[in-house]
Protein backbone atom coordinates (compact mmCIF):
# COMPACT_ATOMS: atom_id res chain seq x y z
CA UNK A 1 0.00 0.00 0.00
CA UNK A 2 3.05 2.11 0.79
CA UNK A 3 4.34 1.64 -2.64
CA UNK A 4 0.96 2.13 -4.39
CA UNK A 5 0.52 5.30 -2.39
CA UNK A 6 3.83 7.10 -3.33
CA UNK A 7 3.61 5.84 -7.25
CA UNK A 8 -0.09 7.38 -7.17
CA UNK A 9 1.47 10.69 -6.00
CA UNK A 10 4.32 10.71 -8.47
CA UNK A 11 1.88 9.86 -11.23
CA UNK A 12 -0.67 12.64 -10.42
CA UNK A 13 2.40 15.31 -10.34
CA UNK A 14 2.61 14.38 -13.89
CA UNK A 15 0.66 16.66 -16.44
CA UNK A 16 -2.11 14.97 -18.11
CA UNK A 17 -2.45 11.45 -15.45
CA UNK A 18 -5.33 11.51 -13.22
CA UNK A 19 -3.90 8.07 -11.19
CA UNK A 20 -7.08 6.60 -9.23
CA UNK A 21 -5.85 4.80 -6.62
CA UNK A 22 -7.16 1.04 -5.58
CA UNK A 23 -6.96 -1.60 -3.03
CA UNK A 24 -4.88 -4.24 -5.69
CA UNK A 25 -1.73 -4.02 -7.28
CA UNK A 26 -3.31 -1.95 -9.50
CA UNK A 27 -4.16 1.69 -10.71
CA UNK A 28 -6.44 2.63 -13.14
CA UNK A 29 -5.04 6.09 -15.17
CA UNK A 30 -7.41 8.64 -16.48
CA UNK A 31 -5.53 10.39 -19.63
CA UNK A 32 -6.34 13.81 -19.86
CA UNK A 33 -6.28 16.43 -22.46
CA UNK A 34 -3.06 16.38 -24.98
CA UNK A 35 -2.65 12.80 -24.60
CA UNK A 36 -3.37 10.53 -26.98
CA UNK A 37 -6.26 7.68 -26.56
CA UNK A 38 -5.53 4.92 -24.31
CA UNK A 39 -5.42 2.25 -27.27
CA UNK A 40 -2.73 4.77 -29.00
CA UNK A 41 -0.60 4.98 -25.78
CA UNK A 42 -0.91 1.56 -25.44
CA UNK A 43 0.45 0.41 -28.67
CA UNK A 44 3.04 2.90 -28.00
CA UNK A 45 4.38 1.35 -24.95
CA UNK A 46 4.22 -2.17 -26.15
CA UNK A 47 6.71 -1.04 -28.64
CA UNK A 48 9.03 -0.67 -26.05
CA UNK A 49 7.91 -3.69 -23.94
CA UNK A 50 5.36 -1.97 -21.87
CA UNK A 51 1.95 -3.74 -21.60
CA UNK A 52 -1.06 -1.89 -20.12
CA UNK A 53 -4.32 -2.88 -20.15
CA UNK A 54 -6.64 -0.16 -21.75
CA UNK A 55 -10.76 0.76 -20.53
CA UNK A 56 -13.23 1.47 -23.27
CA UNK A 57 -17.11 1.41 -23.76
CA UNK A 58 -16.71 -2.57 -23.05
CA UNK A 59 -16.01 -1.40 -19.30
CA UNK A 60 -18.68 1.39 -19.36
CA UNK A 61 -15.66 3.97 -19.87
CA UNK A 62 -14.95 6.78 -22.64
CA UNK A 63 -11.69 5.06 -23.94
CA UNK A 64 -9.12 7.40 -21.95
CA UNK A 65 -8.24 4.79 -19.62
CA UNK A 66 -4.92 2.18 -19.19
CA UNK A 67 -4.50 -0.03 -16.11
CA UNK A 68 -0.45 0.07 -14.81
CA UNK A 69 0.14 -3.11 -12.41
CA UNK A 70 2.08 -1.87 -9.21
CA UNK A 71 4.87 -4.02 -8.57
CA UNK A 72 8.13 -3.49 -5.88
CA UNK A 73 11.20 -1.71 -6.46
CA UNK A 74 14.42 -3.82 -7.24
Do not use: C, H, M
Amino acid sequence: AELSAELVAELAALPGLRPLPGGANFLLLGLGPGLPEAAELAARLLRRGIAVRTYGPEEGLDGRWIRIAVRRRE
